[in-house]
C-alpha cells in the first residue's frame, strides 16, 4: 500500500530565508505527487504536482519540488519564504487504482518576522 | 467553474442524534471523495464515487457511516447515531479527467461537533 512519511512535524524559518519541507513516499510503482496548503480555517489548495513528466515542479506561490526516484523523496522548496506562506503543508500520493489520494501527516510551517 | 461547495459549513449536534452533510462538486468532475480531517492530522480516506458508483469505502468507516451520490452529481454523507469521537472536519472533493494524475479540488469543509 502506498504510504507517506514528512519528516518534520513542525518547521520554523525567518522572512526570505529559504524553505524546506521534506517528504518521502511509499510506492510500488511510479506514482503521481501533490503538494497541498491549508491556510488556518480555510481549504486545501493545490501547490503543485508530479505525474512523471519533468521530474523538478514548480508550482503556485515560487514553490518547486523534485521528485528522486533513488531516494523516493517529493521534497518542496521555496527560496525565500514570505510571511503569507505560514500554513499547514501535506504531502499526497495517489494509489495505484486512482481510486485514493494518501495524504501525510502534514507540517506547519511557521514563518518569523 | 464554482469550484467543491459543501453544506453546512459548522453543524453541532448531541451525541445520539443524526447529522447530514451535502457535497456539490464542480460540475464537470465524475469522481467525487469524502474525507474526515481532525486537529493537527491530515485528512484521512472515506469513501470515493465515480458517478454514482460507490467504488470504494474505507474500513475505517462504521456503519453508522453512508454516504450517496444519487444522480452522479452532489452527494451526501449521513452520520447516524453521533458519539464524540464523530467530531471533525469533513472535507468533499472532486476530480475529473486521468484518475491517475488529476488532483483533487476541496470543499471548504463542514466542522461537526458532537456534544
Known amino acids: 500500500a502506498q504510504s507517506v512519511t514528512q519528516l518534520d512535524s513542525h518547521v520554523s524559518v525567518s522572512e526570505g530565508t529559504p524553505v524546506l519541507l521534506r517528504c518521502n513516499y511509499s510506492?510500488?510503482?511510479?506514482?503521481?505527487l501533490f503538494w497541498y496548503v491549508q491556510h488556518p480555517n480555510k481549504g486545501l489548495q493545490l501547490l503543485l504536482k508530479?505525474?512523471?513528466?519533468?521530474?523538478l515542479v514548480k508550482g503556485i506561490n515560487g514553490f518547486e519540488a523534485e521528485f528522486k526516484k533513488s531516494e523516493t523523496s517529493f521534497h518542496l522548496t521555496k527560496p525565500s519564504a514570505h510571511m503569507s506562506d505560514a500554513a499547514e503543508y501535506f504531502c499526497?500520493?495517489?494509489?495505484?487504482?486512482?481510486?485514493?489520494?494518501?495524504f501525510g501527516p502534514g507540517t506547519r510551517l511557521s514563518v518569523l518576522p | 467553474d464554482t469550484g467543491v461547495s459543501q453544506d453546512p459549513r459548522h453543524k453541532i449536534t448531541k451525541r445520539g442524534q443524526n447529522v447530514t452533510f451535502r457535497c456539490d462538486p464542480i460540475?464537470?468532475?465524475?469522481?467525487l471523495y469524502w474525507y474526515r480531517q481532525t486537529l493537527g492530522q491530515g485528512p484521512e480516506f472515506l469513501t470515493y464515487?465515480?458517478?454514482?458508483?460507490?467504488?470504494?469505502k474505507s474500513r475505517l468507516l462504521s456503519d453508522r457511516f453512508s454516504a450517496e451520490r444519487p444522480k452522479g452529481s452532489f452527494s451526501t454523507l449521513e452520520i447516524q447515531r453521533t458519539e464524540q469521537g464523530d467530531s471533525a472536519m469533513y472535507l468533499c472533493?472532486?476530480?475529473?479527467?486521468?484518475?491517475?494524475?488529476?488532483?483533487?479540488?476541496f470543499g471548504n469543509g463542514t466542522r461537526l461537533t458532537v456534544t
Open positions: 464515487f465515480q458517478n454514482e458508483a460507490q467504488l470504494e
Open positions: 499526497v500520493v495517489i494509489d495505484n487504482y486512482g481510486q485514493n489520494f494518501v
Open positions: 472533493a472532486s476530480s475529473g479527467g486521468n484518475p491517475y494524475n488529476s488532483p483533487l479540488h
Open positions: 460540475s464537470e468532475h465524475n469522481r
Open positions: 508530479y505525474t512523471s513528466a519533468a521530474t
Open positions: 510506492s510500488s510503482y511510479s506514482p503521481s
